[in-house]
């Protein structure tokens, strides 16, 4: 068996691989922990080639400007990939609705230009299920 490509979705919150600002607000919080530790888990593991966590890029003034890289390594096997998606600056999940086609198409040309196929998609969001 070939290992496995895994892309991971999760585009609400502020999420980077040290340091996470948990509770900076309602969008901040357990979830962007467990997504940031469950890509690094995986990635561990030998069945699996990359893990790839895609998340919104954020260019605000506010907020701290690494989470303006588009590329941020979690380790040899994993690292966040930051999708410019919306407005540049920092929304909150409930304003993301508008912008997730947008998300999709720039996720799906990040793949194509890469000349990457996932094997599995694990998405991480309201509407998720």
Known sequence: ???????????????????????????????TLYAVELARALAE???VARVDLMTRRVVDPLIDAGYAEAIEALGSK???V???????GYIRKEELWDHLDS???NALA???????????????????G
């Open 1 to 31: 068996m070939k290992p496995l490509y895994i892309v991971m979705v999760s585009v609400h919150g502020l999420i980077r691989g040290r340091d996470l600002e948990l509770g900076r607000d309602a969008d901040t919080g357990g979830q």
């Open 78 to 80: 994993a690292r966040i």
């Open 45 to 47: 593991l030998p069945a």
């Open 82 to 88: 930051r999708i410019d998606a919306g407005p540049e």
């Open 103 to 105: 998300f999709a198409d």
């Open 110 to 128: 990040f793949l194509r230009a890469e000349g990457l196929n996932p094997d599995i998609v694990h998405s991480h969001y309201a509407d998720a």
